[in-house]
């Protein structure tokens, strides 16, 4: 299923115009707060109705203001996960899920309930209120009443921004599940570069309600000239496959050939990964470096530098295991003469690849 979206419309602090066509899986809409993020997802939603546009899904029109069409949001069939889980407190978990399905066409394709449960590790809380559940418990029954609303369009508006980080590791996996198991198109809405890292399909990258980049994450997040969400939330999205588990606590990574290790992960060898690489983690030098603790050596070549108003620079350099970012100063490029299509290797920190870094099984681009 795909998605097709085109919205104009103007605020009072922001006037959006984009335009953007997704492929089945997750899309996430990624930027800084005030880029215009959760206006699309209004405006897909029905919740605000724009100057001009149409959104589509799988050729089915929510809304085409060319041709008078607008669907109310009730018609709309659609899957809302907010950032806090929304439940009804006076209903069990049980009561919860099934709440949607009341509202679902007769005809419309439903998921199995009894998978979606298990799928989303909630059975044993079925009987319960949502006032005794965690925030991630509340996050992981809140996505299974969107889903089994039998949605066309799941919307998700920054579902992990109200949970501390022990809970966001909780519930990742699950939306990579819901990505890689379920039919469903995502639209998901975030910050933060390590989930566009796991979880999107494509990213759109937004900034000042214009879309300044669309693409497969591994493109986006690795072109320097894109930092919708500042310069710290720059870095490179590289497809790995693990080679093996060591006795030492680490994990190799085939990256293209090239090796990479990190801190032991839950994947089995052979499973294909993708994995970020936060500019800021990452040293150049002109030569392979000598007496260092760092075990992550790639070798490459400079592609382009791109400098900053401050005396900052980011270095993209073209490895083996595909585009690395380096975010360094521009004195240390004068200093190693960098330029593109000089030799340098990219030194990364095995310690420095964080688990929250680390995608899961990897079917999308």
């Not at 009341?102 to 209120?129: Q, T």
């Not at 309600?209 to 690795?222: C, D, F, I, Q, Y």
Request: one cysteine or more; aromatic letters at 4%.
């Amino acid at each position: 299923m795909s998605l097709s979206v085109r919205l104009q419309h103007d605020l009072p602090d922001l006037k959006l115009d984009l335009s953007f066509d997704a492929p089945s899986g997750v899309t996430v809409l990624f930027g800084r707060s005030g880029s215009g993020k959760t206006t699309v997802v209004n405006a897909v939603a029905g919740l605000l109705r724009p100057k001009a546009g149409r959104v589509a899904v799988d050729g089915w029109e929510l809304f085409d203001t060319e041709k008078n069409h607008w669907l109310p949001p009730h018609r709309r069939r659609l899957g809302y996960i907010f950032q806090e889980g929304r439940l009804f407190p006076h209903l069990t978990v049980q009561q919860n899920l099934s709440y949607g399905r009341w509202f679902a066409p007769k005809r419309a394709r439903r998921e199995n309930p009894s998978k979606v449960i298990e799928m989303l590790g909630i059975g044993h809380l079925l009987d319960r209120r949502p006032a005794v559940l965690s925030g991630g418990e509340k996050q992981r029954v809140a996505i299974g009443r969107a889903l089994l609303a039998s949605p066309r369009l799941i919307l998700a508006d920054e579902p992990l921004a109200a949970l501390d980080d022990a809970r966001k590791a909780e519930i990742l996996p699950y939306f990579e599940r819901l990505r890689d198991e379920v039919s469903v198109p995502i639209l998901y809405v975030t910050h933060s570069a390590a989930e566009v890292a796991r979880l999107a399909t494509s990213v759109v990258a937004l900034q000042d309600g214009k879309a300044v980049r669309h693409g497969p994450a591994s493109e986006v997040m690795a072109d320097p000239s894109v930092a919708p969400a500042g310069v710290r939330a720059v870095g490179a999205v590289l497809k790995v496959r693990v080679q093996q588990h060591h006795s030492d606590g680490l994990t190799e990574l085939d990256a293209g050939g090239a090796r990479l290790f990190l801190p032991r992960i839950p994947h089995q060898v052979g499973e294909e990964l993708r994995i970020r690489i936060p500019a800021q983690e990452v040293i150049l030098s002109s030569k392979r470096p000598e007496g260092l603790s760092a075990l992550n050596m790639l070798e490459g070549s400079v592609d382009t530098i791109r400098a900053g108003d401050g005396p900052g620079a980011i270095v993209s350099v073209q490895t083996p295991a595909g585009p690395v970012l380096a975010r360094v100063t521009r004195r240390s490029v004068e200093a190693l003469g960098l330029e593109p299509g000089k030799p340098c290797f990219a030194v990364i920190k095995t310690v420095a690849l964080a688990p929250q870094d680390v995608g899961g099984r990897l079917t999308a681009p």
